[in-house]
């Protein structure tokens, strides 16, 4: 490929959006997950399966279980994505926050049912 067809990708792919919002990672025998919240879903997905893989995730119990069971016993689903509001004016980082907590209440991904922290635990 030659360097201006590169160049062009790489300037179509910075411009191309990115769908932002609320994931979850299950596995399928217990139903344990864990929900988080990134402004590259599809990145992230990526990102995990890369990291617990090479088993550098800093999620140590599913990073555990991951190990035991194999990558084969885990979904990765997205539960909502975010769509901007008509008028433009929002705050990503707020509003990925915002859902993240809907979802982490819903869900209640905590101790025997997930491998998220409860609140107040970091």
Not at 46 to 56: I, P, V
Not at 69 to 87: C, H, I, M, Q, S
Not at 93 to 110: D, F, I, N, V
């Amino acid at each position: 490929m030659d360097k201006e067809k590169k160049k062009a990708l790489a300037a179509e792919y910075v411009q191309t959006a990115r769908p932002a919002g609320v994931y979850r990672v299950v596995h399928e025998a217990s139903g344990k997950s864990f929900v988080g919240t990134t402004a590259d879903l599809n990145a992230m997905r990526n990102r995990l399966d890369f990291e617990l893989n090479m088993g550098s995730s800093m999620k140590k119990a599913l990073l555990a279980d991951w190990r035991k069971y194999g990558a084969d016993a885990f979904r990765y689903e997205v539960l909502e994505t975010f769509k901007p509001p008509e008028n433009g004016q929002y705050n990503l980082m707020k509003e990925l926050e915002r859902m993240e907590a809907e979802w982490l209440e819903r869900l209640q991904p905590y101790g025997d049912q997930g491998y998220n922290r409860p609140p107040n635990q970091g």
